[in-house]
């Protein structure tokens, strides 16, 4: 079972909570809440250069991920939005004892 231990400053912003939201399901590997929240182009873009597109192809990214490491938590620090760009940050730990900072940077496609 994966711990989640969430963000305490999203909870005043829709927009925060589905970045937020988001991000979790990411991690936990909940298919039916990213599919509910990006659309079909989605444009995953993954530091260091590789860019998926398409909904299909970042949810087998997602899995292939997942297969090669056990994750056992995931804290998110902060979650922030404005206009039509987001950002959350946090630290991933995988049962091997090994962590990854990470920053997603996400992009609407309008500000509401």
């Given at each position: 079972m994966i711990q989640i231990?969430?963000?305490l400053d999203?909870?005043?912003s829709p927009k925060n909570k589905l970045?937020?939201?988001l991000e979790i399901?990411?991690?936990v590997q909940d298919h039916a809440t990213i599919q509910a929240s990006v659309t079909q182009d989605v444009i995953y873009h993954?530091?260091?250069g590789q860019i998926l597109q398409g909904?299909?192809?970042v949810i087998e990214r997602l899995?292939?991920?997942?297969?090669?490491?056990?994750?056992?938590e995931i804290a998110i620090f902060h979650v922030v939005s404005h206009g039509k760009s987001g950002a959350v940050n946090g630290v991933r730990r995988y049962a091997d004892g090994s962590t990854i900072d990470f920053c997603t940077v996400y992009e609407f496609s309008n500000a509401k």
């Open positions: 231990i969430p963000s999203c909870g005043n970045i937020h939201d399901a990411y991690a993954i530091a260091g909904l299909e192809l899995q292939e991920a997942a297969e090669r490491a056990l994750l056992s």
